[in-house]
Structure formats: C-alpha cells, structure tokens
C-alpha cells in the first residue's frame, strides 16, 4: 500500500489530506520502513536490526555493498497513520529496556517529523544481544607456532 500526501510550495510539513493544484506525492512504505530503520539504527546500544536470517542476508548484502536500511523494520501504512515492528540486537551491557525506549523514541521522531505520519505504536523485539569479545577484533593475533 502506497501513501499519497499533497505538498505545496510553502515550507509545511507534508499533511495527508493537503490538496494543492502543484500535484501529489506518493511516499511508499518501503522509504517510512528505512525512514525507520535509519533512524533505530543511530541510537547507542543498536548493535544490528534484523533477526538471524535477515542479518544474514544482510551480511551478504554488506559484501555486495548493499546495505538494505529496511532490514528489520516493517511497517503498516495507511492514510495519516503508521505503525511499526522492528527486531533488533542489543549491545551487551546496556539496559534493554532503555535501547527499546530510545529506538520507539528516534522512530516516532524521523517518522512524524520527514514522512509527516501519525505513528500509532512501535513494537520492538530485542531477539540477541551481542557480547564484544576478541574474536570481533581487527587485530592479528599473534600466531602460536612460528
């Protein structure tokens, strides 16, 4: 499902139910899913946004220089609502509770604020949490034999 909002000249924010003689814009639900994503993925204690599969996936993605935005998100668009779902991992040790009060935070803000959407819940899974450990290093290790 696509979203239609009115724009006009003037320096409003995008309302849905604007009409104008200067035309449409059609906003599609994959652009307020990587409004989302983006905006989930810039708070402290994100380590990714994705389950297993997707961050896998996503992986590959990254190898191709192809980073999808979106991994993670989904969303249901209507005409002056949005609500989300965003699976995401944590960064050992920070507060989870926190991450997710963060991430439904900076979504409802880019959401409301650049698309011009009404959102009416963000639910969020925190499904891993990431512990640093030395494997995750870019450092070589000193070889055991030589």
Do not use: C, W
Not at 38 to 53: H, Q, T
Not at 54 to 59: H, L, S
Not at 88 to 110: F, G, H, K, M, W
Not at 123 to 135: A, C, F, R
Request: hydrophobic share 45%; proline share 3%.
């Amino acid at each position: 499902m696509s979203t239609t909002a009115s724009t006009s000249a003037t320096a409003l924010p995008p309302t849905l139910n604007q009409d104008t003689s200067l035309g449409t814009t059609t906003i599609d639900d994959a652009v307020v899913a990587k409004v989302a994503g983006l905006a989930a993925s810039a708070v402290p204690g994100v380590f990714a946004l994705g389950g297993g599969a997707a961050r896998a996936i996503g992986a590959i993605r990254g190898a191709l220089n192809q980073k999808d935005s979106a991994q993670g998100v989904t969303v249901e668009v209507g005409e002056t609502q949005v609500a989300a779902d965003v699976s995401l991992v944590a960064e050992y040790p920070v507060s989870l509770q926190q991450v997710a009060d963060d991430v439904r935070t900076a979504i409802i803000d880019a959401i409301e604020s650049l698309v011009g959407l009404q959102v009416t819940e963000v639910n969020i899974v925190v499904n891993d949490v990431h512990i640093p450990s030395e494997d995750d290093d870019d450092t070589q290790t000193e070889s055991r034999v030589q």
